[in-house]
């Protein structure tokens, strides 16, 4: 496991390097691809029954934050590939291993229900437009949530349950649009895709909400939702750890308009770096305390709580929107060299705002984690 991380920060460098050749792309280029899937930072938690790391929650979560130091875009495509890897765990074999079997496998795509499915012979025909398609270009597979619906249009149930699937697809099956033009992340490659009457064979496909795991182990224990908020997490602590360097980088060196002082020599830069440091720094020990809980738990065998579920998302939260916050006066005391688009500074800025827009991670998931807290019912099929 620990070879995920020591790839990944031995990769880094070059992808700092590669930064603003990824972010003028707007995708991750070919080479970028092919360094991350020798690595096989794409296929974090795939079975080691399918030739997959199968790494445990503290392993992957660290991985993706090592990637995002270096390169927000990069590391949210390992983001979005490594904890949709899970579902590996909740698909029957056949469609595991023609999905996942392969040592190139990589899969995204977005889990709300934005396409419909229809009942045909054999499977569902599925029609639909995505956002948010972060790293599909590169996917080997590409899902989308979808509404089971009748041939009027309206929202069924199968008899066995089956009413929100989100579906695998082929990648003939799918059209990418060019809608990615963003203010950060914009080396994800995040843009629009589309699927016309799409046949997705008989259970190629995981109903996220009610899933029961087909594999035995702690990590199909895990709520998908809660891992993905706790990846977008990593994603925004990675990005101020990375920060934070190079905010020290410049401060050795930088003298404010009028000073005869550095920023390292001005108690308002030595404020800066230590408040954001402490950021980064309690985020992850919070991050990592209530995934060590939880890997207690469930490598124990038994299920989570919905305590253990909400603490997940609470920590992410919290880690998403402080650490956005810290960046953005990370990059106000940089003053002006940091509003450069050449400056790495700044991206991290950027980047960071956009991560903890994600509903996943959103401010409003307090209200959710607050109304638990408090004792109050509520509707835990999204936690």
């Known amino acids: 496991m620990t070879d995920l991380l020591a790839d990944a920060r031995s990769l880094g460098p070059s992808l700092a390097e590669r930064s603003e050749v990824i972010e003028a792309a707007r995708d991750l280029p070919d080479d970028v691809v092919a360094d991350l899937r020798d690595a096989d930072l794409f296929r974090l938690f795939v079975p ?28 949210w495509s390992v983001m979005i590939a490594g904890t949709s890897s899970l579902m590996a765990g909740f698909l029957e074999h056949e469609h595991a291993q023609t ?25 569902l025909s ?26 009027a249009g309206q929202p069924i149930r199968r008899d066995d349950g089956l009413y929100a699937p989100f579906t695998f697809f082929h990648l003939d099956d799918v059209e990418f649009l060019d809608t990615w033009h963003v203010t950060g992340l914009s080396g994800s490659g995040s843009g629009d895709y589309t699927v016309t009457d799409a046949f997705v064979p008989e259970g190629r496909w995981v109903q996220i909400m009610t899933a029961e795991p087909t594999l035995d182990g702690p990590l199909w224990r895990f709520p998908f939702y809660g891992m993905l908020a706790c990846g977008i997490a990593a994603v925004a602590i990675g ?12 401060a050795s060196t930088k003298k404010p308009m009028g000073s005869g002082r550095t920023l390292a020599e001005r108690a308002s830069g030595q404020a800066a770096v230590s408040n ?12 990592h305390d209530v995934l060590g809980n939880a890997w207690e738990t469930a490598s124990g065998g038994n299920p989570l709580t919905v305590e ?15 650490c956005a916050d810290a960046l953005i006066l990370l990059g106000r005391e940089a003053g002006g060299e940091a509003v450069y688009l050449r400056e790495p500074l700044q991206r991290a800025v950027r980047d960071g705002q956009v991560a903890a827009t994600h509903a996943m991670v959103a401010p409003r998931i307090h209200e959710l984690t607050g109304r638990l807290a408090l004792g109050l019912d509520t509707d835990v099929t999204l936690l």
Do not use: K, N
């Not at 080691?48 to 660290?62: K, N």
């Not at 991985?63 to 130091?69: H, L």
């Not at 029609?127 to 041939?151: E, K, Q």
């Open 276 to 287: 954001a440091e402490a950021t980064a720094r309690s985020t992850r020990a919070f991050l």
């Open 126 to 151: 599925v029609s639909g437009t995505w956002a948010w398609g972060s790293g599909t270009r590169h996917c080997t597979w590409i899902g989308g949530g979808t509404r089971l619906v009748d041939d």
């Open 239 to 250: 990005l101020l750890d990375g920060a934070v360097s190079r905010f020290g980088e410049l």
């Open 308 to 322: 253990h579920r909400r603490s997940l998302r609470l920590a992410a939260c919290d880690a998403s929107q402080r």
């Open 48 to 75: 080691a029954s399918l030739g997959g790391p199968e790494a445990d929650v503290l392993t992957g979560i660290d991985t993706i934050a090592e990637v995002s130091r270096h390169d927000g875009g990069a590391g």
């Open 99 to 123: 999905i996942y079997g392969s040592p190139d496998s990589c899969t995204g795509g977005f889990a709300a229900p934005m396409g419909t499915a229809r009942i045909v012979d054999g499977g």
